[in-house]
């Protein structure tokens, strides 16, 4: 069975979001258009509350229940089965979607015997990366989605470095041509 995690596809990591990733907006028509090809699609959500350490390194973003948390209406969200909320605690928690408090995504992908995972969303070369790379230790046939992914690149090529480091560690880059 294959799935599709959406990685903090947020109103907050879009343009004029409060961290925007610059083209985060490009992903959602490919998102769109691959999530039938999946047996599940489930994502992500950053949520975090008003005061917490994360804000020292980042802009204050996707406080939970506040329309900066919400998905995109152009994304096709009532296809998404299930969403893990991360980023819920006080500390600088929160990159990897099984860091999510809400449910164990772990046990969750085991019960609906997920062998295959894509991954897909905001922000490559930070929680897509990081969830990646913890789905690639748990065992799990991982593969980003290169153009369903967008990076922060606040140092140029971030995201290009980040897409390389998950190959070098084992983890499959396609596109879609979509
Ligand atoms: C993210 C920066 C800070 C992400 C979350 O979802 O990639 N990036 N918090």
Not at 6 to 21: E, M, N, R, S, T
Not at 117 to 145: H, P, Q, W
Not at 148 to 154: C, E, K, V
């Amino acid at each position: 069975m294959k799935a599709l995690l959406i990685v903090d596809l947020q109103k907050d990591f879009l343009p004029g979001g409060a961290l925007p990733v610059p083209e985060g907006d490009r992903i959602i028509k490919p998102i769109n258009k691959i999530m039938d090809q999946f047996d599940l699609v489930i994502a992500s959500k950053d949520w975090h509350p008003p005061k917490s350490r994360h804000f020292e390194k980042w802009p204050r973003h996707c406080i939970m229940e506040t329309p900066g948390a919400e998905f995109p209406e152009e994304l096709d969200s009532d296809k998404i089965k299930k969403t893990f909320l991360k980023g819920t605690g006080k500390k600088d928690d929160g990159y990897s979607a099984f860091d999510a408090t809400n449910a164990n995504l772990h046990k969750y992908l085991k019960k609906k015997k997920i062998e295959y995972l894509y991954i897909a969303g905001l922000a490559t070369e930070v929680c897509v990366k990081s969830t990646a790379e913890e789905a690639n230790r748990k065992g799990f046939d991982t593969t980003v989605i290169s153009t369903a992914t967008a990076g922060i690149n606040q140092k140029p090529d971030d995201e290009g470095k980040a897409l390389h480091e998950m190959f070098r560690s084992g983890i499959r880059i396609i596109d879609t041509h979509v």
